[in-house]
DNA sequence: ACCAATGGTTCACAATATGAACCGATAAGC
DNA sequence: GCTTATCGGTTCATATTGTGAACCATTGGT
């Protein structure tokens, strides 16, 4: 969504060319939940376009009910079709419904909250999450989008999906915390490290009192469809409870994967057992 | 969405301009829990539009994850991203939530399954219903879009609604029982009847063992909303059980409209008292 | 009364959308 | 095993559509 209109190719500059459909759709992805509505000159700023421009694509939006506008302050929101869709989607694909009872199991297992994300295009947006009951302190995160480089989420779908997401993720390193990766080389090394353990890691790199475990979720055709993940209270996250996120990180994926219509493939499979076996040896060492 | 591109307009015919925008959404209509998956050659026919330019509009709604593929069979349905999207509507207007309630306790109340659906564009589309659990015999409707010319609903909101709907309406005058409209004329007659009641009222209509009874609710705005109704088993919809859900539909009404931030038109309580009241000296008569 | 925002509109110009014809693959008919 | 009919997808000359600087009308602050 937030790619650039230009791209580098063989030393030339390449305008993309963009069509007016997408353009349009793009205004749809200014409006969150911290900011549900957004005037026409806002929405311009935001979207860097003319005002002209977003007024028209405005109004293609507002009727089809994508967006509507409030009556008293003149901002825009999203409107009530979306919701239909919505249900229609959830009707034909029901993944919240069916990520909900394994994220409640995996947050029961592990006493920390969970959280299922899905990989739409380049962005890692939320799903569904459960908090544990079993701490009084636990993690509650709201977020609707996942940042590539400071989640485990993120870092698990760098790993594991299409490649063209790591020039999407080098172009925003916003720092969370002085924790954040800040340099694409130090991401290019975790994600490296992602691979190699068959999980997503991060200590303290986008809340300060957050560490988190992430595990890739995969659909029916072997891509990556999304992550599961575990957000520790960070002063908890001992080698002994990642070990215990780790395992039944797996059985929660496994499980997902399964119900979104997918099968784990076999080589993430060889390395989990890997990583599995190897924290199993320096825990009897120990 | 159904709106034809043409339109007369003092006695010439006017080619309604499009935006590729508009058409690019326009497409999304035709998935429905009915047909969640569909063809680029389906979709095509469906859409009455060309090949290429459909696939290029099915492109840029994949990108930002409003349909997406099913790998195996090549077909096209609803994406992710509207998950996200809807969230956050909801999040910002919560009628969904709000309605839940109201439903429930209107179901209570009358016995019967209950309905509120919402207006969008020149859509009546189901945001929640409600059945009750006091009859075993009960009306399951799983609809997600509501004919305005067959349901109660339908007609509250052509009563109630903008204008231009009548001229929609009277475009798809689909015969779903015997029993169902099938003039202009006569529609036109119902919806004045509506007007002057106060409520959408359909015998067997939509359904053959189904008769129903709906009222407006109303935003911030004063304009219309959407509807809420109740749909009876047919054998069950005596003198009695219409006043009754009269009177609760009335209460639901209004609280669904002072729960999305509007209030109920004083014309619509007049009219609403006068219906009331009539019904009250006729069973007193009696 | 003024200024600086806001939402919204106009019109000459330029870019994008369009669809008939096309390709390659798969499935059915015989 | 050849023909035919679909399917999803692509090409390219044509013309419809999108674009944005400049504009207007309102509102609210000083």
Known sequence: MSLSNFFLKSDELVVRKMSSALKTLQLLSHFSATSPEIGLSALCRLAKRDKATTHRHLQALEEVGFVEQNPLTRQYRLGP???????????????????????????????????????????????????????????????????????????????????????????????????????????????????????????????????????????????????????????????????NCQEHLITASRDLTRGWGGTTPQRIEAIWAATLSKSHELETKS
Do not use: W, Y
């Not at 295009?121 to 993690?139: D, I, K, N, Y």
């Not at 991060?202 to 957000?231: C, K, M, Q, W, Y």
């Open 81 to 243: 079709a979306l919701l239909q869709l919505a249900q229609t989607r959830e009707m034909t694909v029901p993944r919240k419904e069916i990520a909900l009872p394994i994220l409640k199991r995996l947050a029961d297992q592990t006493g920390e909250t969970t959280h299922a994300s899905i990989l739409s295009g380049t962005t890692v947006f939320a799903l569904a999450s459960c908090e544990s009951t079993q701490h009084s302190t636990r993690v509650v995160i709201d977020l609707d989008r996942f940042p590539l480089h400071a989640t485990a989420s993120g870092l698990s779908t760098l790993a594991f999906g299409p490649d063209e997401l790591m020039a999407v993720a080098a172009k925003n390193l916003e720092a969370f915390t002085d924790h954040t990766i800040n340099s694409v080389e130090s991401l290019e090394e975790m994600v490296q490290s992602v691979r190699e353990t068959g999980f997503g890691r991060t200590i303290r790199s986008f809340e300060h009192e957050v560490s988190s475990l992430a595990a890739p979720v995969f659909d029916e055709t072997g891509n990556l469809a999304g992550a599961v993940s575990v957000a520790c209270v960070a002063t908890r996250f001992s080698p002994d409870l990642e070990r």
